[in-house]
């Protein structure tokens, strides 16, 4: 699983999120699983969504899912990247939540989630839902304090929702807004990796860390993982998840 995490770097020098702004994002989770009695054929499910986020307070953000849907996919592989939606199937709703929730922060990075109940309902929403939120919302997670890291290149062990997992990081700080000319100058160089609280108010740089999990090498692993419409959020370890 990779994945780009570039809101951690909006942070400003005390730590606290800029309010004003709204965040839009748009994620994509591709599930494949092949099965013996399948006879090797190769079953997956595509589910799109759309991600809004607002700060808060100064270490918290309020989200909302909206235009979730469901497809199923079609690979000529057991390679999630390479599975495409089937042409023969038509996207349809799906409802992840209904509620808004909040995601607090702390130097680490996720310190927790707070789910609102729907409307007069005296219940939160279900534990099968919520762990859908957090596996989407986790890909915020930077997982460890890296303000006193200063290589750009390193493993640490970050608790995930399937358990304690392997993360291969990456920490590039780099010019915004440049021409393909610069862009091969500047690769030629080697900027100077600051902690985050070092490096001061963002101005024309850009700080990029690339998380790479490594799900086959987590510790207390849990069966529950994710789910589709099919299997209502049980699925094997073989299954294959991309986000």
Not at 195 to 210: A, Q, R, Y
Not at 226 to 242: C, E, I, M, Q
Request: proline share 5%; hydrophobic share 35%; with cysteine.
């Amino acid at each position: 699983m990779e994945i780009a995490v570039q809101l951690g770097g909006d942070k400003q020098i005390n730590g606290e999120w800029k309010n004003g702004p709204e965040y839009k994002l748009s994620s994509a989770l591709k599930m494949i699983t092949s099965l013996e009695e399948d006879m090797g054929a190769v079953h997956g499910t595509g589910v799109y969504m759309s991600l809004t986020c607002r700060p808060r307070d100064s270490d918290s953000l309020r989200c909302q899912i909206t235009n979730s849907t469901i497809v199923l996919l079609k690979s000529p592989s057991f390679n999630v990247t390479a599975a495409q939606p089937d042409p023969s199937d038509e996207p349809r709703i799906f409802n992840i939540i209904n509620v808004p929730f909040e995601i607090k922060f702390n130097q680490r990075g996720i310190d927790s989630f707070v789910f609102e109940k729907l409307n007069s309902s005296p219940w939160l929403p279900a534990l099968w839902n919520i762990n859908q939120v957090r596996l989407i919302a986790n890909q915020f997670n930077i997982g460890i304090d890296i303000s006193n890291e200063m290589i750009s290149d390193y493993r640490a062990l970050e608790n995930f929702t399937i358990g304690e997992c392997e993360v291969d990081y990456k920490v590039a700080r780099r010019p915004i807004h440049l021409t393909q000319n610069y862009y091969k100058i500047i690769n030629e160089k080697h900027f100077e990796l600051l902690p985050l609280e070092k490096v001061g108010k963002f101005s024309d740089d850009t700080i990029e860390i690339k998380k790479k999990r490594n799900v086959n090498q987590c510790l207390r692993c849990t069966e529950l993982f994710f789910g589709s419409r099919y299997t209502l959020g049980l699925l094997l370890r073989d299954v294959l998840t991309k986000l």
